[in-house]
Structures are given as C-alpha cells and as structure tokens.
C-alpha cells in the first residue's frame, strides 16, 4: 500500500513537473543586465554616490528618477573605458562634493578624516600622562595594625574562596 | 580645576552650530558651476523643428536660462512671474524644456518611438505655453535630461543667468520668487550688463 | 470627547512632573521629609496621567476618530487593528506621547524597585526625572500636541506610510525608546549624586542595573531595527550609517562605556568622575539624537517632518539640561576624591582603554553625522558623508576594541602582569591565529578582513571559553561573571555575521519565465509565475517561486509586489528563507516584455547574516544575566540601609 502511494505520488510529480522541464521556454534565467561586468561595476561605483533627490539614499539603490538617469549616464562612461575618478570627477563637476558619499580629502576634510585617530592619540597619551600622575597622587591605602588583627580574625573564621576577578 | 569646563565649552560651542544649521536646508545643492562658462549643447527648438540653438548664440548677451516642463507644478508658479517679467523687456530667457515626456510619471515613455516622442513633446509643450503665455525667446528641448546633466539640474524648475561671454553667474533652485529676482537677479543683470 | 480628556491629562501630567521636579530636589536639599517622601506617590501620579492620555490616543486610532488631527494623518478605516495601535507612534506627536510614557513608566520603577536606597537619594532621582518628563511634557503641550482637532472631520485617514505597516513598527519603536529613555535614569543617578556630593562606589552600584537595563532595551532595540530595514526595504542591506540610525548607535556606544566605568566605580571606587560624565553624555546623545531626528537639521529617510518651531525647542530643551548637568559636573566634581590606587598594567587600565576606543569610535561617528551641518553652517559648502567614510573610520577603531575584550576580564584589578594575561590566553590566541588565517580559504580564497574578523571572533569566543572551564572548576561563578562572558560572545557572533555577509554576499538580478530557474549558493531557484492577489487595504502581485536543492524543493516562496491603496508607490515585500547559515532572499521586479510572462527578479544570497541580530540578543542576555546578580537583589533591612548610607558620606 505504502508503495503504491509512493510510486502514485512519484508519477503525480513527475507529470506535474515533467511539463516544465520539457517547456521550451525553461532554462538558465538571463541577467537583467546586458553586461554583468559592467554592471556589477556600475554598482560598486553608485553605491559610493548619493541620490540627490532623495532623503538619503545611494545612487546604486534609489528608484528616483534622476538615479535612474544618472546610472544611465555612469554606464555609458563605464562603458566608455572612463577609471573611477573619471566618472567622479564627471559627477562632482556637475553637482559638488555633496553627490560623494566618501568626502574628499581636502584641508575643509582633514578634521573629519584624521580627527577620530587623532583624538585617539591624543586620548591614549592624555591617559598615559594621567595615569602617571595618579600614581603619584593617589596614597595606596595603609592598614592600621587594628584593622589587620580584625581582618585576619575574619579570614580564619571563614571558610576559604577563590579570589573573585569578576 | 578649569578642564572640568572643557565638555561644558564643547557643548556650547555644538549647540551654536546646531542653532545655525536650524536655518539651512540640508537639501539644496549649490551649484560647482557658477563662474564656469555654460556647458555647450545644441538642441533641437520648440518653435522650430530641425533648427539648433546653443548658447554660443547668446554670446554678447546677458540671459536667464530657466528650465521648465508642463508636467512640473512648481513651475506653474514662477511662470506668470516670468511672463511679466519678459513683458518688460528686460532680459532674455531661453527655456529649456526638461524630460517632457520622460518626466511625467504617467507616461511611459519605453513605448514611443524617438519621432513620436517628439512630436508629442512638442504638442505638450506648445500646448502648456499657449495655455500659460510664453515668455521665452525660444525654448529648446532636452528630450532625455543629457543636457540637464550637463548643467547640474536636479529639479525643475531652475534658472541660471549667463553673461555676455557665456559664463555662468548665478543659479536659482527652485522657483524664482519675487524676492530673489528683485534682490539677487536683476542688482546682478545690470551688473553684468555694465561689463563689456 | 476622548481627545480632550487626553489634552487634560496632559496638562495634569505637566503639574504633577513640576512638583515632581521640584519639591523633591528642594526637600533633599533642605531635609524636609515631607516633601522627599513627596517624589515616590508623584511618580505614580505621572504615570498614571500620561497612560490616560496614551490610552485617549490609541482609543482615538482604534474607533477611527478622524476628526482628531493626528488620526487622520496617520490611519485609515481599512487600516488592520494591529497598525491601528501601532500607528499611534507612527508620526512625531505620537512618538512623543510614547516618549514620555516610557520615562513615566521607568520613574514607576524607580519607585518601585529602590526601597533600599536611601529616601533622599530616590527623592533626587525622582526629582530629575521629574524634570525631564516636564520638559518633554511642555514641548508636547506647545508644539505637537496628538490631540488637535480638524473640524469638520476628515471622512476617512490618510492611512499609515505603507513602510510602517509592519510588526517592525510594532516592537522596533517602543524597545528602543525605553533604552533611549532608560539612560535618563543613569543620568537621573549622576545629577544625584552631583547634588548630594555623595559620589562613591555605593552610587555606581545602585545605578549599574539601571544603565544596564536600558542598555539592554536599547541594544535589542537597534537589533530590531537592523532587521526590519532589512526585510522590508527590498535590498537586504541591515545598516546604512543614517543620520537617526547614528542617533541611536552614539548613546549605546556611551552606554556601553558607561557600562565598563561604572564596573570600575563600584568594584574599586575610581573613576567617579568620568563615569558621572559618561552618564550624563549617554543621555545628552539621546536628547540630541531627539533633536537631530525632529528639527530638519539633517537629512534622512527616517526623519520626520520637521518644523523650525520644533527644532528651536529641543535645542533650547537640550541646552538648558546638558548646559546644567555640564555647568553642575564643572563646580562638583573637583571635590570628588580619586579613589583607589591601581598599576598601569591592571584590569583598570585596560578598562579605561575600553572607553578611550568607544569613545573615539563615538567621536568618529558623531562628527561624520554632523560634518555636513557644520561645513554648511561655516559657508564652506554642502558635503555628504556617508557608509564609506563610517566603514573606513569606525572598523579600525573596533580592532584594537574586540582585541582586548578578550584579554579585560582575565586581567586582575590593582596589578596584572603580561605573563600573568598571556598564560591563559596562549590557546586562544593559538587557535584564533590558525582558525582565522585559514577560514577564508574554505570559501574561495585568501581575504585580509574575513581574517582578520573571524580571527578576532574566535579569539574572544576561544579566550571566554577557557576561562569559563577555568573558572568552574572551583565553583559555581556569579551571575555577574557568565553575563559578562555571554555579552563578549555575542559580539563575537556579530562581528562573524557582519564579517560573512560583507565579503561573502551575492546578488543576482535576473529575467525570469516561468520555469526559469537561477543558482544562487548551493541552492536554485525556480520561477513558476505571479499572480493577483489583494489584502486588507492593498492589492498585490504575488509571486511563485521555488527553492530547490539538488532537484528537491526546499519551501515555496512568496515575494510580493504591493500597491496600497493610499500611496501612488509600488512596495517590495521580499520573501525571505532564515536559515542559521545563510539567508536566501528574492524580491520580485517589474513585469518585462516578451509575451511570455516574465519578471525582473532579484535573488541574494546572504551567509550568516542572522547572526549579526542573534548575537545582538546574546549581548542583551548577557546584560540580563549580569543586571540581576545577587549583589543587585539582596533584600535590605533597616541596619543595612544604614551601613551603606554610613559608608557613602564616610569616602
């Protein structure tokens, strides 16, 4: 009984899916794209760019218009053979550094660029310089002869633990 | 025991920047063109099939270059301004008129061969202005928006005043409204008019 | 009449939080005990008006009451109940409502959860919450009132933005606003013990459950985030360094300092000052991300609709709290004393590394989301910073970062050594090395970052490990100590999931027939067409698709193609497969011409992507598991009580 239904169950499939796999039109799904190398390029480079009229979004995923016409232009320039800093270039003639989603380094940039590593720096030599300072201030603390006779009365009434790092 | 003002002075200093930036518009673009000259183009006339027009033509001149189309609301805005304005005789205006077919949402412009699509851009555009007034000396058509690339349009309506050797001095994003042509556009139209 | 008995408990809710605000503070200060013991009934008082008001709000959105200003903006008859709830938080003056109903709600607990602190202390805390919740009260009253009405009412809403309708908006909203919110109580604890000058290791332990708890809710909070853009955006990207994401990023990043300051504070009574500025920068980066994602001053998808009279009051709000808390830090804290002393090698140091590297991670973000502004605001032109500056500057500064989060908890306090560090550590760097170096090949060849992330992951998992067997052997460890271990690891898993998913990912955007079929992974994917179909208030195409592998089907998927009724944009609603190891995402396109019914559709392939969230949620365990060690529950009696308040005024 079980074989049977198995092998009826076999034979529905294969009738079911048997017509798609004989279709004609069946097969490998074709890039949208005319050029898979141009495009993933395409994409790479628009994913550095801003779509200027959206809220804020990159060129390679908005939907606006203006992307869809500015892509179209990168694409040609791609294919063109134009470099990378060409097709900026192409951009920031047009639009400003605003269209750049990778500020150029430039002397209004410098600090946004090289401020977090020099705050770094300067954070860990202020610590450095601190904690020098500390060390000299700060008296370790003495205990009086008093304390220790009462600490260790406490030690030898307790039973022992593991030193407790956490 | 001054450095324990140090993060009072940092704040203070951040909310003076946080104060002016309440008065800017994070969305305008500026553009890298004024002071360029006019990137060159020559495009097809409204009025005149088969006819070009680039602004080497307008050299000697000082002219608004105001791009426009019939599908852009904004548009309907600045436009009496403009008819007004050309009425009186003071500057040239060529207009550029932007993705007329390609522009508007409703159409879908994949399914027009580029003859049909332009003659429709030209009934559409002629229609507008006849309906509208027009104050353009000639209007041009940038079927595909290459050109508006080429200036840095990003959205209509926008406007750009051109000197008598083809330089680009001024951009106006947006609609132009009476304020800005009373006290930026026209103090720097007579201005340039004065260069040789 | 609903809306109006909401408008009124607002305004008794601003009453009760200025007596709240400061009859407390001034009876602390003068020791009246009338007027300390005023701030516990207070609270309850305050919580109990705005969850009146809230609850006016959603009554409105639930009988779609679309004479109210609010409602109609944000809701629609066919709207289904659940976004009806939700969308109570949809816009600005909602979100608001919910604002400061979560910091009612955390005052209750303070209330609540404190009977062994002392009466003066609480009365403080109360007092500053208090405050707060005025001011945020008063912004509400004044410029963004829920409650206004349009007469004659609108015939039906605008309906929610389709991207709301969605159970992230549902739990992504309110998990983070009570971690944002939660940090005011941290902040509440430091203007506390700023005003009391009783600055010491007592302080830091009343406060560390607290900091941690909202930690917690603000760490899932993002988490939830994360995903919902993820899924529901159509791309499958998870962080895209916006402007409000960053708004809430900085605070967690402090908070997360805060966290590792105060263990210090309270093991050692070091660092008072500091963390007391930590605690009050946590909860400045709240109020300026509030600021930032209301004003209009920065440009983001999440922003909602500014408005300049909003924008003047939060940075006005803003100065007037961060200006006080700083100008009160600058007059205290030259009194505080300095605490224990430690050597430079020490868990100590190592500590303060910690917050020096997310303290610089924090400065690098904050100053690459307000570059724009500042640039703007000096005449020095428009620029854009975006996800290549942040990955170029935040991913350095977190190597050194997940490097010693390994090596911080088996270093002693006072006084380590780098062979005393080293020994327990050999095995784990060993392995890390070798594991790291190696991975990549498995998965096509050498790369430098899956290196050097997964090299770093194993390292904090290996180093964790080890010392978890070390440490069992002779007991059962805190609660304390296993949060800390499952924090550490769940940021390994992050790092692993973000790590993979950067270098490994692939997309493939492909015309589909039906019986098409795309290999994506191991895995291929049939198309077997679209059809129509509608929802409650929207119509789709849905899709038909398979995933198959080697021949046999794995599940169908379902992406769709909505048209909300309201909106004139088509929504992507991609189908996602989860999976422990990969992620297998499709979204459907456009139709194509042809004739033969074929679509556009895009297919991503994302390995270990949902361990980026999953470790999320081990971090926020593991935050659970440290916030409700014993030390934290112990019961107080009377002598107790007064044995800690003996020991705080004593240091």
């Known amino acids: 009984m079980k074989a049977l239904r198995r092998t009826l169950t076999t034979c529905a499939t294969a009738l079911l899916l048997g017509p ?59 294919q063109d053979g134009k470099s990378d800093t060409e097709i900026k270039d192409y951009l920031v003639a047009r639009y400003g550094d605003f269209v750049l989603y990778r500020p150029p380094v430039k002397p209004t940039t410098w600090l946004l660029w090289f401020g977090p590593f020099a705050l770094l720096a300067g954070a860990v030599a202020g610590l450095v310089a601190y904690l020098r300072r500390r060390a000299s201030r700060v008296q370790p603390a003495h205990l009086s002869a008093a304390d220790k006779a009462s600490a260790e009365a406490l030690l030898a009434d307790t039973p022992p633990r593991p030193k407790d790092p956490a | 025991m001054k450095r324990f003002l140090i993060p009072l002075g940092l704040f203070l200093v951040l909310v003076v920047f946080l104060a002016i930036g309440l008065n800017r518009d994070p969305h305008e673009v500026p553009s890298p063109l004024v002071g360029k000259p006019a990137p060159a183009f020559s495009l097809e006339k409204l009025a005149e099939p088969g006819k070009t027009f ?119 994003i947006g609609p132009i409204t009476p304020d800005a042509l009373e006290k930026k556009i026209l103090p720097l139209a007579r201005q340039l008019a004065a260069e040789s | 009449m609903i809306p109006e008995i909401g408008s009124f408990a607002l305004v008794l809710a601003l009453l009760v939080a200025l007596v709240q605000g400061s009859l407390p503070l001034i009876g602390a200060q003068r020791g009246i005990p009338a007027w300390i013991a005023l701030a516990r009934p207070a609270s309850s008082m305050l919580f109990l008006l705005i969850a009146v008001a809230f609850g006016c709000l959603t009554a409105s959105f639930i009988n779609n009451d679309f004479s109210v200003v609010y409602v109609a903006q944000h809701s629609n008859s066919r709207l289904p109940l659940e976004y009806r709830i939700s969308g109570v938080w949809g816009g600005h003056e909602g979100s608001l409502l919910l604002w400061v109903l979560m910091l009612s709600l955390w005052s209750l607990a303070v209330a609540a959860f ?11 805390v109360q007092g500053v919450l208090g405050l707060v919740a005025a001011g945020f009260l008063l ?120 966290i590792h300051s105060l263990a210090v504070t309270e ?56 200006g006080s808390s700083l100008t009160l830090f600058a007059w205290r804290a030259p009194k505080v004393s300095l605490g224990g002393a430690f050597a430079l090698m020490s868990r100590e140091t190592l500590l303060l590394i910690n917050n020096v590297l997310l303290l610089s991670a924090a400065g690098a973000v904050l100053l690459g989301t307000l570059y724009p502004l500042v640039i703007d605001a000096l005449n020095l032109g428009k620029l854009s910073v975006g996800p290549p500056y942040f990955n170029a500057v935040f991913t350095p500064l977190m190597v050194p970062l997940l490097f010693l989060m390994a090596v911080g908890p088996v270093a002693r306090w006072k006084h380590t050594s780098l062979a005393e560090i080293a020994r327990p550590l050999r095995w784990a760097f060993g392995i890390a090395v070798a594991a790291g170096v190696s991975i990549p090949f498995f998965y096509g060849g050498w790369s430098g970052s899956v290196a050097l992330g997964m090299g770093l992951a194993i390292w904090i998992v290996g180093a964790s490990v080890l010392q978890i067997l070390a440490r069992t052997r002779s007991g059962l460890p805190p609660r304390a100590f296993w949060g800390m271990h499952l924090a550490h690891m769940g940021v390994a898993v992050t790092v692993v999931g973000i790590v993979m998913v950067t270098q490994y990912e692939s997309e493939r955007d492909v015309r589909m027939a039906p019986g098409d079929t795309v290999k994506t992974g191991d895995y291929q994917i049939r198309f077997l067409g679209v059809e129509g179909i509608s929802g409650p208030n929207y119509n789709a195409a849905k899709g038909n698709l398979e995933l198959l592998k080697d021949g046999q089907l794995v599940m169908p998927l379902h992406p769709e193609k909505r048209k909300y009724l309201s909106s004139a944009m088509p929504m992507t609603e991609a189908f996602i497969d989860p999976g422990l190891t990969r992620d297998i995402y499709v979204s459907l396109g456009d139709p194509l011409e042809g004739g033969d019914g074929a679509w556009s559709v895009r297919v991503y392939y994302k390995p270990f992507v949902s361990w980026i969230w999953g470790g999320a949620v081990l971090m926020a365990l593991g935050g659970l598991l440290a916030a409700s060690d014993r030390r934290y529950r112990l019961k107080s009696t009377a002598a107790r009580a007064g044995k800690l308040a003996a020991q705080g005024a004593a240091s």
């Not at chain 2, 599908?71 to 600045?78: D, K, L, M, Q």
């Not at chain 3, 895209?240 to 994401?245: K, R």
């Not at chain 3, 660092?271 to 946590?282: D, E, H, P, R, Y």
């Not at chain 3, 109020?287 to 909003?310: C, E, I, Q, Y």
Request: charged share 20%; proline share 5%; net charge neutral.
């Open chain 3, 139 to 258: 912004f509400i009253l004044l410029t963004s009132s829920p409650f206004e009405r349009l007469l004659p009412g609108a015939e039906d809403g605008r309906d929610l933005n389709p991207l709301l309708q969605d159970p992230g908006l549902i739990f992504h909203p309110p998990m983070l606003y009570m971690g944002y919110v939660g940090f005011s109580v941290a902040f509440a604890f430091a203007i506390a013990a700023l005003l009391s000058g009783r600055l010491d290791a007592a302080w830091a332990r009343w406060s560390r459950p607290w900091t941690t708890a909202a930690w917690i809710f603000l760490t899932l909070g993002i988490g939830l985030g994360s995903i919902w853009a993820y899924y529901e955006l159509g791309w499958g990207g998870w962080w895209f360094w916006d402007p409000v994401e960053n708004a809430s990023f900085l605070p967690w990043l402090v908070g997360t300092a805060l």
């Open chain 3, 267 to 322: 093991k050692r009574g070091s660092f008072k000052n500091w963390t007391v500025l930590l605690a009050i920068g946590a909860f400045s980066l709240s109020l300026l991300g509030t600021f930032l994602v209301r004003s209009g001053v920065l440009s983001s998808v999440h922003a909602f609709a500014s408005d300049p009279k909003r924008g003047i009051f939060i940075l006005v709000f803003l100065a007037v709290v961060v």
């Open chain 3, 114 to 124: 404190s009977r062994s602190l002392p009466d003066d202390m609480v009365a403080r």
């Open chain 2, 54 to 172: 680039s602004p080497a033509d307008m050299q000697g001149q000082v002219w608004l270059l105001n791009v426009w189309a019939s599908w852009c609301v904004s548009c309907r805005a600045e436009h009496p301004l403009l008819v007004a304005f050309s009425r009186q005789g003071g500057l040239p205006i060529v207009g550029l008129n932007y993705k007329e077919v390609r522009g508007d949402g409703g159409i879908d412009a994949k399914k027009l061969s580029p003859a049909d699509e332009a003659s429709l851009t030209r009934q559409r555009a002629g229609a507008w202005l006849s309906q509208h007034g027009d104050p353009y000396t000639l209007s041009v058509l940038d079927m595909d928006g290459r050109v508006g690339i080429d200036y840095g349009v990003y959205g209509v309506p926008e406007t750009y005043l051109i000197d008598k050797k083809g330089v680009i001095r001024f951009k106006q």
């Open chain 1, 20 to 78: 798609l796999s004989l279709s004609a039109h069946a097969g490998e799904a074709t890039p949208m794209a005319d050029n898979p190398v141009v495009e993933a390029r395409l994409i790479a480079i628009s994913e550095e760019l801003r779509c200027l009229v959206c809220q804020n979004e990159s060129l390679a995923g908005s939907r606006a218009e203006l992307a869809e016409d500015l892509r179209r232009e990168v694409r040609k320039l791609i």
